[in-house]
């Protein structure tokens, strides 16, 4: 039976329901500091916590729960004589049910320019151990973490007069999984500093559940990182069109990256989480035929992101072709009304203005295991790029630019050809690059592209020069790659012989030891420089780059209210 409940929230979302119905059902309120007000607001009785240990709130507020006659109300097992003796010897009442919600310590700590003293006030202590105790005695003592969990809980209240044991099971698991990543987004808030610690925790949280995984067969939900300053679907609103699918997703995801790169009107078509048409223009529309033109056939049935709003003609446009996912940031009325007349476009409003962590690290599931590296989120210009024959003109130097943006996102092996700030031909994944080259020019001409006169990037060296050649026969006048091979010397001698031009982008691994990591800002105001407003921004990563004269970055919203963090460092 639940006679008596313990509340200690930071968010007061739900709880006023929560409150009145468990008051209706005779249930005894305790409450603590900030809770207890809001309660008796709502014109409820409620006792509170210092009256139970007869010691104030102190150290600012640090310390209301950490007592005794708390947490022994909560462990105590109600089947074991010797802890009931206990609390009666002590005259301490027992909790049936403890609702506690945390600190929002990921959503501070997230902020640009937030002060490392207010985000360690956000670290909650006593309401992790509450909910642990309660969880752990979950046989007894029901947790209850989740405002979106009162009304089925009190639902079963009002039904069955208790908790089945498989809620609170239900509930205890919630509870552990909650505290856990509350503690490990601290843990690794902590361990920012250092590129790979010893232990690596990563907290997520579910966003919403997809029908269905890559194939039919597999189970699948989409989940976000906690702490993250923002995330795929974060702020992203949904005007249209079915529920989105995980290959949906990571499509999207694909395309939003490769949009980041630029900051001109750009347009990315993704197919299968590789680009297979992307183009900057002077407008929006522009950008969308060029990218659409690169190749139409493969654009079928892709995902389509624009980084400027959708007017009515471009938006008609996109209603004669089969979209998947359409992603830009505003569609006006006219657009709309088009786009909806496609019952399976699922259309997003992007309303995300926040940029990512530069620390962000990347992830890739292995068997049992998990390969982790830095976030390669540097928007690259032709600083430390060194020009290994030849002369490119201005406009090569754009589209080889260009190219080498395009060509990172691309699957390896990958090819990319771009003429006019567009791209042409694209070879992905390919397990020879030689192949990589010829499908690129191969779809180049069969889309009615012209490679002569065009730029071509290679993700990595060429080991060879017959990938080259395939390109300098088809009239590429410039190539950009990393170079580094062994038999630089002879692809340098055939670009040099086909009076074509060539850069080598000189990237090559730096040890973390070595790699500059920007320090936790300490003040207000201290941010990143941020990058200037250009079509080709120069890059302020972390990286360092060598000169040209060198050799070869949640579902549930958190409601500003108390339980409140000590009020002498409360955060605005």
């Given at each position: 039976?639940?006679?008596?409940?313990?509340?200690?929230?930071?968010?007061?979302?739900?709880?006023?329901?929560?409150?009145?119905?468990?008051?209706?059902?005779?249930?005894?309120?305790?409450?603590?500091?900030?809770?207890?007000?809001?309660?008796e607001e709502l014109g409820l009785q409620v006792s509170r916590v210092e009256s139970l240990t007869e010691v104030p709130e102190m150290l600012g507020g640090r310390v209301k729960t950490l007592h005794p006659r708390i947490h022994?109300?909560?462990?105590?097992?109600?089947?074991?004589?010797?802890?009931?003796?206990?609390?009666?010897?002590?005259?301490?009442?027992?909790?049936?049910?403890?609702?506690?919600?945390?600190?929002?310590?990921?959503?501070?700590?997230?902020?640009?320019?937030?002060?490392?003293?207010?985000?360690?006030?956000?670290?909650?202590?006593?309401?992790?151990?509450?909910?642990?105790?309660?969880?752990?005695?979950?046989?007894?003592?029901?947790?209850?973490?989740?405002?979106?969990?009162?009304?089925?809980?009190?639902?079963?209240?009002?039904?069955?007069?208790?908790?089945?044991?498989?809620?609170?099971?239900?509930?205890?698991?919630?509870?552990?999984?909650?505290?856990?990543?509350?503690?490990?987004?601290?843990?690794?808030?902590?361990?920012?500093?250092?590129?790979?610690?010893?232990?690596?925790?990563?907290?997520?949280?579910?966003?919403?559940?997809?029908?269905?995984?890559?194939?039919?067969?597999?189970?699948?939900?989409?989940?976000?990182?906690?702490?993250?300053?923002?995330?795929?679907?974060?702020?992203?609103?949904?005007?249209?069109?079915?529920?989105?699918?995980?290959?949906?997703?990571?499509?999207?995801?694909?395309?939003?990256?490769?949009?980041?790169?630029?900051?001109?009107?750009?347009?990315?078509?993704?197919?299968?989480?590789?680009?297979?048409?992307?183009?900057?223009?002077?407008?929006?529309?522009?950008?969308?035929?060029?990218?659409?033109?690169?190749?139409?056939?493969?654009?079928?049935?892709?995902?389509?992101?624009?980084?400027?709003?959708?007017?009515?003609?471009?938006?008609?446009?996109?209603?004669?072709?089969?979209?998947?996912?359409?992603?830009?940031?505003?569609?006006?009325?006219?657009?709309?009304?088009?786009?909806?007349?496609?019952?399976?476009?699922?259309?997003?409003?992007?309303?995300?203005?926040?940029?990512?962590?530069?620390?962000?690290?990347?992830?890739?599931?292995?068997?049992?295991?998990?390969?982790?590296?830095?976030?390669?989120?540097?928007?690259?210009?032709?600083?430390?790029?060194?020009?290994?024959?030849?002369?490119?003109?201005?406009?090569?130097?754009?589209?080889?630019?260009?190219?080498?943006?395009?060509?990172?996102?691309?699957?390896?092996?990958?090819?990319?050809?771009?003429?006019?700030?567009?791209?042409?031909?694209?070879?992905?994944?390919?397990?020879?690059?030689?192949?990589?080259?010829?499908?690129?020019?191969?779809?180049?001409?069969?889309?009615?592209?012209?490679?002569?006169?065009?730029?071509?990037?290679?993700?990595?060296?060429?080991?060879?020069?017959?990938?080259?050649?395939?390109?300098?026969?088809?009239?590429?006048?410039?190539?950009?790659?990393?170079?580094?091979?062994?038999?630089?010397?002879?692809?340098?001698?055939?670009?040099?012989?086909?009076?074509?031009?060539?850069?080598?982008?000189?990237?090559?691994?730096?040890?973390?030891?070595?790699?500059?990591?920007?320090?936790?800002?300490?003040?207000?105001?201290?941010?990143?420089?941020?990058?200037?407003?250009?079509?080709?921004?120069?890059?302020?990563?972390?990286?360092?780059?060598?000169?040209?004269?060198?050799?070869?970055?949640?579902?549930?919203?958190?409601?500003?209210?108390?339980?409140?963090?000590?009020?002498?460092?409360?955060?605005?």
């Open positions: 039976m639940i006679q008596r409940a313990l509340i200690s929230v930071y968010d007061k979302a739900g709880l006023d329901v929560l409150a009145r119905g468990l008051a209706e059902l005779k249930v005894e309120l305790v409450a603590s500091g900030g809770t207890a007000a809001y309660i022994a109300a909560i462990l105590a097992r109600r089947d074991c004589d010797d802890d009931l003796a206990t609390l009666d010897e002590h005259e301490i009442e027992p909790f049936d049910l403890v609702c506690v919600n945390l600190y929002p310590f990921a959503q501070v700590a997230a902020q640009r320019g937030v002060r490392e003293e207010d985000a360690v006030e956000m670290i909650d202590i006593g309401g992790p151990s509450m909910l642990r105790g309660a969880a752990k005695n979950f046989a007894h003592v029901a947790p209850l973490c989740r405002p979106d969990r009162y009304g089925f809980v009190l639902d079963e209240l009002r039904q069955k007069g208790d908790l089945t044991i498989e809620t609170r099971r239900e509930l205890a698991a919630e509870a552990f999984a909650t505290t856990a990543a509350y503690e490990a987004a601290i843990a690794a808030w902590f361990a920012e500093r250092e590129a790979f610690p010893e232990t690596m925790v990563l907290p997520l949280e579910k966003v919403t559940d997809l029908a269905y995984g890559e194939n039919p067969h597999q189970r699948a939900a989409y989940y976000a990182e906690i702490g993250a300053r923002r995330h795929l679907l974060s702020r992203a609103e949904q005007l249209h069109g079915k529920e989105l699918s995980f290959n949906n997703l990571n499509d999207l995801s694909a395309a939003r990256l490769l949009a980041r790169e630029f900051t001109l009107p750009a347009c990315v078509i993704v197919k299968h989480a590789n680009p297979c048409g992307v183009a900057i223009a002077r407008t929006i529309g522009e950008a969308y035929d060029r990218a659409l033109a690169s190749d139409p056939t493969s654009a079928y049935g892709g995902v389509v992101v624009l980084t400027r709003p959708v007017a009515a003609e471009l938006g008609r446009k996109l209603a004669e072709q089969f979209v998947e996912v359409l992603h830009a940031p505003g569609f006006d009325n006219e657009a709309l009304a088009a786009l909806r007349k496609k019952p399976g476009t699922r259309i997003l409003r992007d309303k995300e203005r926040r940029g990512g962590e530069p620390t962000e690290r990347h992830y890739k599931r292995v068997l049992g295991g998990m390969l982790v590296q830095d976030g390669d989120w540097e928007i690259e210009d032709r600083e430390g790029w060194q020009v290994a024959c030849g002369a490119p003109t201005e406009a090569q130097w754009g589209d080889l630019i260009f190219a080498w943006r395009v060509c990172k996102h691309v699957g390896s092996n990958a090819i990319v050809l771009v003429k006019d700030l567009a791209t042409i031909g694209i070879g992905a994944g390919q397990m020879s690059r030689v192949d990589a080259v010829r499908i690129a020019v191969e779809k180049a001409r069969a889309h009615g592209h012209d490679p002569a006169g065009a730029a071509l990037a290679s993700d990595a060296f060429f080991p060879f020069p017959d990938g080259p050649r395939i390109a300098l026969e088809a009239g590429i006048e410039s190539i950009v790659q990393p170079g580094g091979s062994k038999r630089d010397q002879d692809v340098v001698d055939a670009v040099e012989k086909a009076r074509a031009s060539m850069v080598f982008t000189n990237r090559s691994p730096q040890p973390p030891s070595l790699r500059p990591r920007a320090p936790r800002p300490r003040f207000p105001g201290v941010e990143a420089t941020k990058r200037r407003g250009t079509a080709f921004p120069t890059s302020r990563s972390r990286r360092r780059t060598r000169s040209a004269s060198s050799t070869p970055r949640r579902r549930t919203a958190t409601t500003t209210s108390a339980r409140s963090p000590p009020q002498s460092r409360r955060t605005s």
